[in-house]
């Protein structure tokens, strides 16, 4: 008759063989192998009346042009120290005070930028510049030349705040980072502003037109168009009983995603809106953008309101509400997940 090792002898084996590097799959199989997704995110939310007084000070406390990008990280609690409000994605709220310039650089992350506060910026990409308003949705693919500034707008400039989407921990995870600095502080413009709008935007596309990248050839999506939309299409009765009106930001070349790793979305909850409970595999980072109301996660209630960030994490259900018409950005690593072909989701109380 064998008897069964004892815990001890376990024990001691496990030493023996960590000095070899190795370690015993069946100690931890079942936390590789979740059941359901079991990550360490926590949702949370970042009131922007906590949030400013921080950013103004910032503000005198460096130049972004000695910071390179003066952005205060929105760190997911759980992840302390990471840059990462995800376990896959990097938010943080990024200012440009009247005057400055953030310089010019390039790199394999891609960036998106969501104009939470003031006007009067711009941002360059690849020869373009763009003026952002509140509610744009402006893309810096991977790879491409961008520097921003802000020179104001008919003789009035004020601080600029937006908020900075990245797949930056999606990068490090596959440790394929690569950055350039340019020479030039501010790149060389060569076309002018609105060009890609013009060629791109409009159901229409020049008629040499190949695409060369998966990237969507426009980089700024102005908050003005994408309003009316949700508009027309409240009135015309297409609200969603979990999502409201919620539409995807698309490249109109591919009908894909704007770019590779980040999907991004607009939606509209008319006031007194109830939705039903949702889930995903793709964690979400919201910016409020007008109106009042709460997401309920987990059963944990955040109150929201314009320009206030928070984060749903991947797989927890979450109902929301508007006290108030509201309009609500988000952003998720949805096209990493479709690509892979583990992207689950679940429309609950259907
Ligand atoms: C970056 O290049 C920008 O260009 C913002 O504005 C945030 C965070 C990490 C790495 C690069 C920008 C960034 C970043």
């Known amino acids: 008759m064998t008897t069964r090792p004892t815990g001890s002898a376990r024990q001691a084996f496990y030493e023996q063989i960590r000095a070899l590097s190795m370690t015993p799959l069946w100690e931890s199989l079942s936390t590789l192998v979740p059941h359901t997704p079991n990550g360490p995110c926590v949702p949370a939310l970042w009131r922007w009346h906590d949030v400013l007084p921080y950013i103004e000070q910032a503000g ?36 440009i005070l009247p005057g400055e310039v953030a310089p010019a650089h390039r790199h394999v992350q891609s960036a998106l930028r969501f104009i939470v506060h003031g006007r009067g910026a711009y941002t360059a990409v ?25 020179d104001g707008l008919d003789g009035h400039s004020e601080p600029v705040v937006w908020l900075d989407g990245l797949d930056i921990p999606m990068i490090r995870f596959f440790d394929a980072g690569f950055e350039e600095k340019s020479a030039a502080r501010s790149q060389q413009v060569s076309r002018p502003e609105g060009n ?54 698309v490249n109109p070349v591919t009908g894909g995603w704007p770019m590779p790793t980040l999907a991004t979305f607009m939606q509209f909850l008319p006031a007194g809106f109830t939705g039903k409970p949702y889930r995903s595999t793709d964690g979400s980072v919201f ?43 988000s952003f998720s690593d949805r ?11 679940e429309k609950l109380d259907a």
């Open 60 to 95: 005198t406390l460096i130049t972004a042009e000695e910071a390179v990008r003066r952005v205060l990280v929105l760190e997911n609690p759980a992840l302390p120290g990471q840059s990462s409000i995800t376990q896959s994605l990097y938010a943080g709220l990024q200012l």
């Open 196 to 249: 890609a709008l013009a060629r791109y935007g409009h159901n229409l596309l020049p008629v040499d037109y190949t695409p060369g990248s998966p990237t969507s050839p426009i980089f700024n999506y102005p908050y003005a168009r994408t309003r009316e939309v949700l508009d027309q299409l409240y009135r015309d009765g297409e609200t969603d009983a979990w999502h409201g009106v919620k539409l995807r930001y």
């Open 126 to 150: 690849d020869g373009e510049r763009t003026t952002m308003f509140p509610g744009d949705f402006v893309i810096t693919p991977g790879w491409t030349w961008h520097d921003h500034g802000n």
């Open 335 to 345: 096209p990493v997940q479709s690509a892979l072909n583990i992207l689950r989701e």
């Open 287 to 329: 910016s409020v953008v007008e109106g009042r109301g709460c997401v309920v996660v987990d059963g944990q209630r955040f109150v929201f309101g314009p320009k206030d960030h928070f984060v749903v994490p991947s797989w927890k259900s979450f109902t929301l509400h508007a006290d108030e018409d509201a309009v609500l950005f």
